[in-house]
């Protein structure tokens, strides 16, 4: 079947313009989670989403990064006023349940200028 | 806080050669969950194995095989016999359940970069 896909899978904006990336996860998955990826910080965990419960949001870095997931399925996050400090490969992944193995999708890559 | 930790950075084999990814974690959880993900090249984690704290027997797969020590934290992977095709980074990742709110996140070591020479 169809694995975590997400798009774009590059983005290059200049600091401060607004983005979005999306995260369709595999059909069936109930819970949704986005990580981001650099040389400095390693993975890092960023948000979580599961079924209709409100979204655990402890790990946005700031009020500028925001996500919504519509629908129980496709998710999307977004990053305001870009920083260069956001470039990064933000990855999506989608797991069964709780604790379930977590399946990534390809990562979008995020070039701020 | 919960932790991993990957001491070897980079390691470097030649093909044949049998290689073990060392993993050690922190955590006060009784019940927690451990994983290893395979990063190629191409830039995608792919999944290899989860373990659950109360199942401690080794795991073998393939050339893949994951030892579990509870007693000393450790969750090392060895893959016997490497092939070029395993050159990747690979990452061992604990699963934190976070608040009471059911919610749950993966805290990842640094990775260790796996070069298999031919």
């Known amino acids: 079947g169809a694995g975590v896909s997400q798009s774009p899978s590059n983005k290059v904006t200049e600091k401060g313009k607004d983005v979005e990336l999306r995260c369709d996860p595999i059909s069936g998955h109930t819970a949704l989670y986005w990580y981001r990826q650099s040389l400095g910080q390693g993975l890092e965990f960023l948000i979580y989403f599961q079924g209709n419960s409100a979204p655990d949001k402890s790990g946005l870095p700031s009020d500028r990064f925001s996500a919504e997931r519509t629908g129980g399925s496709v998710s999307t996050l977004t990053i305001q006023r870009t920083q260069q400090e956001d470039s990064a490969v933000y990855l999506c992944?989608?797991?069964?349940?709780?604790?379930?193995?977590?399946?990534f999708g390809p990562g979008t890559r995020l070039t701020v200028l | 806080a919960q932790k991993v930790t990957q001491a070897q950075t980079e390691i470097s084999v030649v093909e044949k050669e049998d290689v073990t990814l060392d993993c050690v974690y922190e955590?006060?959880?009784?019940?927690?969950?451990l994983f290893w993900y395979k990063q190629p090249p191409s830039g995608e984690l792919v999944f290899l194995i989860r373990?659950?704290?109360?199942?401690?027997q080794n795991e073998i797969s393939g050339r893949y095989s994951w030892n579990f020590q509870k007693s000393t934290s450790s969750f090392n992977f060895t893959i016997t016999a490497s092939q070029v095709v395993d050159s990747a980074v690979y990452f061992c990742?604990?699963?934190?359940?976070?608040?009471?709110?059911?919610?749950?996140?993966?805290?990842f070591g640094k990775g260790t970069k796996l070069t298999v020479n031919p």
């Open positions: 990742a604990l699963s934190e359940a976070i608040g009471k709110g059911g919610s749950e996140k993966l805290v």
């Open positions: 955590t006060r959880d009784t019940t927690y969950y």
């Open positions: 992944a989608s797991s069964l349940g709780w604790r379930d193995e977590q399946f």
């Open positions: 373990r659950n704290s109360f199942d401690e």
